[in-house]
């Protein structure tokens, strides 16, 4: 079974700037999620989707958005990019069934994002 | 809000050494608990989970980890560490029917052969 990807992994864009990145979750999988990795703050959660809606999120500006398609295939966007968004941005995908609260993610290698 | 603190940010030891990160969550519910792993360059990884039953909890590559709901601890552990366990280690919990689990900060361990 192939696994979590990610695309692009690496780019480079400059404050105002807004950019959009692509995670395609394991077959079967429904849910998405992203996350944003630095290192002073760790993994920090952005939001979920799943079956094409959002279904939680975190605490993040609006200039932080995403979408899932019907493929669940999921993109995340930000606009007018600061320095601070420079991060590893994590995709994350589980079968999202409910009950139980227990989905266990299986992580994508990330996209790095540097803002200049 | 749940919460979640890894007291060690950064932790160096020698092979052969006994490992102990401490991880402590801030929920009162039932909750699920998990250690992730992030070796060099490498995807995120589940180390072990807990969700129900014995609460000393055994993952891959001789890790463990014992949870203590007195304590809100799950503490991850290993007898003796080898060079290739240097890593960045992420505790995470989820509870009270959320189904995203909130991530410590993570521990930076590196050990030298």
């Known amino acids: 079974k192939a696994g979590v990807t990610q695309t692009p992994r690496y780019l480079i864009k400059t404050r105002g700037q807004q950019v959009t990145l692509s995670c395609s979750p394991i077959?079967?999988?429904?849910?998405v999620s992203w996350y944003q990795q630095t290192p002073g703050q760790g993994l920090q959660f952005l939001f979920e989707?799943?079956?094409?809606?959002?279904?939680n999120k975190g605490n993040f500006p609006g200039r932080f958005s995403g979408r899932q398609f019907s493929n669940s295939r999921s993109e995340m966007n930000v606009s007018t990019l600061e320095l601070g968004d420079s991060a590893l941005y994590l995709c994350?995908?589980?079968?999202?069934?409910?009950?139980?609260?227990?989905?266990?993610?299986?992580f994508g290698p990330g996209t790095r994002l540097t803002v200049l | 809000a749940q919460s979640v603190s890894q007291h060690n940010h950064h932790v160096i030891l020698s092979e052969a050494a006994s490992l102990e990160l401490g991880c402590n969550y801030s929920?009162?519910?039932?909750?699920?608990l998990f250690w992730y792993v992030q070796y060099p360059g490498q995807h995120l990884q589940l180390l072990l989970k807990?969700?129900?039953?014995?609460?000393l909890v055994k993952g891959i590559k001789g890790f463990e980890a014992e949870f203590i709901k007195s304590k809100f601890s799950f503490n991850l552990r290993k007898p003796s560490v080898q060079w290739s366990d240097t890593a960045e280690y992420f505790c995470?919990?989820?509870?009270?029917?959320?189904?995203?689990?909130?991530f410590g900060r993570g521990t930076s361990l590196i050990v030298h052969p």
């Open positions: 995470a919990v989820n509870g009270g029917g959320s189904y995203i689990p909130t």
């Open positions: 807990y969700f129900s039953g014995d609460p």
């Open positions: 989707y799943f079956s094409e809606t959002q279904r």
């Open positions: 929920y009162g519910g039932t909750v699920n």
């Open positions: 077959s079967g999988h429904r849910s």
């Open positions: 994350a995908s589980s079968s999202g069934l409910a009950g139980g609260g227990y989905n266990e993610q299986f």
